[in-house]
């Protein structure tokens, strides 16, 4: 059984910054590409960044120089650093690799 635990969300000022972790179980992680997506009220889920197992890493254009997203595939864990919050960044935060899905965690800009 493969799962995405995600942590480190929380409620913080625009400006400011956080540090999301997801940690993987299995044998999937160091081959697989790892995805951020978020989703916020009312809205479809849309994809944040992503990173392959080589290190190769995407960003959506409303997070590109803001939001950096690495592994350490020793820890099976996947980061997704944000800076710079605003409250447009407010959303559920979900991990994803292949067809599983985190519980998601919360993050939330105060303006």
């Known amino acids: 059984q493969v799962q995405l635990v995600e942590s480190g969300g929380g409620l913080v000022q625009a400006g400011g910054s956080l540090r999301l972790s997801c940690a993987a179980s299995?044998?999937?992680?160091?081959?697989?590409?790892m995805y951020w997506y978020r989703q916020a009220p009312g809205k479809q889920r849309e994809l944040v960044a992503s990173i392959t197992s080589g290190g190769r890493t995407n960003y959506a254009d409303s997070v590109k120089g803001r939001f950096t997203i690495s592994r350490d595939n020793g820890k099976n864990t996947v980061y997704l650093l944000m800076n710079s919050l605003k409250p447009e960044d407010t959303a559920v935060y979900y991990c994803h690799a292949i067809s599983y899905w985190g519980q998601g965690t919360q993050v939330t800009v105060s303006s």
């Open positions: 299995g044998t999937i992680f160091s081959i697989s590409v």
